[in-house]
C-alpha cells in the first residue's frame, strides 16, 4: 500500500494550497467564488458549454510543464493536486499596465455586456502562451468553448490576433517564472495517496495506476472520475452523490501513448488534446472529429478512456474505434483481459464489466493506406454540439472494386454503439457501386430502430444515417450524387 497523506496540494496562482477539508463533489469553480473570493471566474452554463468559467491548469507532463485551459465549474478539487491553477487575478503586465491579453480586448472593443469576458481572456491567454501569431483556425479552435451572447466574436478575433503587439510571450509571468513553478510541482509529487474525509464521504487520489487498481477492486461502488466533463454534470445538473470517489487524471501509469507493429495503444486517462497530434497524423479521419468534441476546454480535460467506460449510446470516440477494429484492456486489481471493443457494449447502460474492473487502454490498429476509413458527426450545430447521429466507415477493396471488409458503425442510433451488420453484409463480396449501395440502403430498418428525443426525431436520425453512407460512396469513388434517399424510404 502507497504512504497516504490527508490533503490534497497545489498552487493557486502564486501561493502554495494545501487543504484538508474537501468534499468529493466539490468544484473549483465555488472553491474560488466562495473561499477564496476570486469572482473573475464566472457562472454561466454550470455544465462546461459557455466558457465563463474558463480557468488555466499547469500539469507535469512528458513535455514539461503544459498550461490548459479547464471548465472551473465541472473541474473537481480532487483532480488538482500537483497542479498550478491560474485565474484572470493572477494576469499582469508592466507596471500598473494590462496584461497584453486585456489590452488588446480593451483596445479592439472585444468586450460588450463583460459577462463572458474573463473566460474568453483566459483562453486567449492560454493560446498566446502556445502560439503566440496564431491563425484565425486556432483562434477559433480555441475559442470554441466560449460563448458570447452578445454576438462579439469578429472583435474578439482582431484582439487575439494582436496581442502579442502589445508584449512578448516569452516574457510574461508564466513564462518566466517557469523554472520555479517545475519545481515547486515536483516537490508537490511525493508518490503518496490522497484520502481526504471518512466512511462512504471520502475523495481518494491514488498515488499510480497499481494503487488505483487496487483501491478499485476493493471498493467496486466508487465513482472514478477520469476528466469529470460527464461526472461534472452528474453534481452540477443532477444533484447526484459520487461519494466515495476516486480521481484518476493524470495519473502514472494511464497517461502514456506508444505505437507498435501498426497499431496505437491510448492509456485511459490520455485526454483527447493530448491524443490529437497522433491520431490526427497517423490516422487523419480522426483529427476533425476530434476537433467537434466539446470545445478546448472540454478536450483538454476529457479522456478516450472515460468516453468508452461511460457506455453511452451517443459517445463519439467508440464507432470509429469500433470500425476500426480497436480492443479494449480491462483491469481488477492485478489480472488483465483484452476484448474487442465492440463486444463491451451490452445494453444501454450496461458494459461487459466486472465489479471493481476498469478501462485500462484501448488498442486501435492503423488502417493501412490502401483502405478507405471515414467518420461523419451529425449535430444541430457545427461545434461543441452532441452528437445526433454519427456514423464510421472502414472498407476494403479488391483491385477489381469488390467489398472485401466493410466494417459500419453508428452511435445515436441504438442503445449502444453498434454495428450495422445486415448493411455490412449486403456490402460484402459486392461491388462497390450506385446499384450495389443503393441496394444495401434498405438493409439500414433491419439494423436500426433509433428513438425521438431533443436532439433529432428518429425519421432524420433514419434517414442521415443512410445517407451518410451514400457521402461515403460518393467520397471514396468521387462522383456526384447519383441518387439519394427520400424522407418516405427512410420512414
Known amino acids: ?7 490534497i496540494r497545489f498552487i493557486l496562482n502564486g501561493a502554495d494550497v494545501a487543504l484538508k ?3 468529493p463533489d466539490a468544484t473549483l469553480l465555488d472553491w474560488l467564488r466562495l473561499n477564496r473570493s476570486l469572482r473573475g471566474t464566472k457562472e454561466g452554463c454550470a455544465e462546461g458549454d459557455c466558457g465563463a468559467c474558463t480557468v488555466l491548469v499547469g500539469k507535469l ?4 510543464l503544459v498550461y490548459e485551459s479547464v471548465n472551473a465549474c465541472i473541474r473537481f478539487m480532487g483532480s488538482l493536486d500537483g497542479t498550478h491553477v491560474v485565474t484572470v487575478e493572477h494576469l499582469r503586465g508592466d507596471g500598473e499596465k494590462l496584461h497584453p491579453v486585456q489590452q488588446a480586448m480593451v483596445d479592439f472593443h472585444g468586450s460588450q455586456c463583460g459577462f463572458c469576458t474573463p473566460g474568453f481572456i483566459m483562453s486567449l491567454y492560454g493560446l498566446w502562451m502556445k502560439t503566440p501569431d496564431p491563425s484565425n483556425a486556432a483562434i477559433e479552435k480555441a475559442l ?21 503587439s502589445y508584449g512578448k510571450a516569452a516574457k510574461d509571468p508564466l513564462a518566466v517564472e517557469r523554472k520555479d513553478i517545475i519545481a515547486r510541482l515536483k516537490a508537490l509529487r511525493d508518490g503518496a495517496r490522497v484520502e481526504i474525509g471518512s466512511g462512504k464521504a471520502r475523495l481518494i487520489v491514488p498515488a499510480n495506476a497499481d494503487d488505483f487498481a487496487a483501491i478499485f477492486e476493493n471498493e467496486p461502488k466508487a465513482t472514478v472520475v477520469a476528466g469529470s466533463t460527464d461526472v461534472g454534470l452528474w453534481v452540477t445538473k443532477h444533484m447526484r452523490d459520487i461519494a466515495p470517489a476516486i480521481f484518476i487524471g493524470n495519473l502514472d501509469g494511464l497517461g502514456a501513448m506508444s505505437e507498435k507493429d501498426g497499431v496505437i495503444t491510448i492509456g485511459a486517462g490520455v ?11 497517423r490516422i487523419p479521419a480522426l483529427g476533425p472529429l476530434v ?39 480491462l483491469r481488477k486489481g492485478k489480472k488483465r483481459r483484452t476484448i474487442p471493443l465492440e463486444t463491451f457494449f451490452i445494453a444501454y447502460g450496461k458494459q461487459d464489466r466486472q465489479p471493481g474492473e476498469f478501462v485500462e487502454a484501448v488498442h486501435v490498429p492503423v488502417p493501412a493506406k490502401s483502405t478507405k476509413f471515414a467518420v461523419y458527426k451529425v449535430t444541430k450545430r457545427r461545434d461543441e454540439d452532441i452528437t445526433a447521429t454519427l456514423g464510421a466507415f472502414y472498407l476494403t477493396l479488391t483491385k477489381d472494386g469488390t467489398v472485401a471488409d466493410i466494417r459500419i458503425a453508428y452511435g445515436g442510433m441504438a442503445a449502444t454503439p453498434k454495428r450495422a451488420a445486415a448493411v455490412e453484409k449486403a456490402l460484402a463480396g459486392k461491388v462497390w457501386n450506385e446499384a450495389t449501395v443503393e441496394a444495401a440502403m434498405a438493409e439500414y430498418a433491419k439494423d436500426f430502430t433509433p428513438l425521438t428525443d431533443m436532439r433529432a426525431t428518429a425519421e432524420y436520425r433514419a434517414l442521415a444515417a443512410r445517407n451518410l453512407l451514400l457521402r461515403f460512396y460518393i467520397e471514396t469513388t468521387g462522383t456526384k450524387a447519383p441518387f439519394q434517399v427520400s424522407r418516405d424510404e427512410a420512414a
Do not use: K, W
Open 1 to 7: 500500500m502507497a504512504e497516504t497523506r490527508n490533503e
Open 21 to 23: 477539508d474537501v468534499a
Open 61 to 64: 507532463s512528458a513535455e514539461g
Open 144 to 164: 470554441q468553448g466560449n460563448l458570447c451572447r452578445c454576438t462579439g466574436y469578429e472583435a474578439i478575433m482582431r484582439a487575439a490576433h494582436a496581442i502579442s
Open 271 to 281: 485526454t483527447y488534446t493530448e491524443a490529437f497530434e497522433t491520431l490526427s497524423r
Open 291 to 329: 476537433d467537434r468534441i466539446g470545445g478546448e476546454q472540454v478536450r483538454n480535460m476529457g479522456t478516450i478512456g472515460g468516453n468508452i467506460a461511460n457506455g453511452s449510446p451517443i459517445g463519439d470516440t467508440p464507432p470509429p474505434l469500433i470500425a476500426l477494429g480497436a480492443q479494449l484492456t
